[in-house]
């Protein structure tokens, strides 16, 4: 009975570490994906450190570092999110003055 479970503690054990990966994949493709769109949606106003950390965020998904790749990809939303108030801001500053406001 108890080499049962040992064996039954060892598996889930070894199983702990995949599921916090895919959990930290699955986290960081969701944020990388938010983090796409909204730099697209920058348009013209699109921040190259936007683009970099999009780069580095990749570059740490690739090597399989997902905590670090979630960090970036983090930043690089908070950066694209950031560059699209901007674009929104001129719009409607254009507006006030093309316009008068």
């Known amino acids: 009975m108890s080499k049962s479970l040992l064996t039954i503690g060892l598996s889930l054990s070894l199983l702990a570490p995949l599921s916090a990966q895919a959990g930290a994949k699955e986290d960081f493709q ?3 994906s938010e983090a ?3 730099h697209k949606n920058a348009g013209n106003f699109q921040w190259t450190t936007t683009s970099s950390r999009l780069e580095e965020a990749e ?3 690739e090597s399989g570092d997902y905590d670090k790749a979630k960090a970036m ?3 690089a939303l908070k950066l694209a999110q ?3 108030d901007q674009r929104e801001k001129q719009a409607e500053a254009w507006k006030n ?3 008068g406001g």
């Open 82 to 84: 950031e560059s699209v």
């Open 59 to 61: 570059s740490a998904a």
């Open 30 to 32: 969701k944020i990388y």
């Open 36 to 38: 796409e769109s909204a």
């Open 97 to 99: 003055i093309a316009i």
């Open 73 to 75: 990809a983090s930043e």
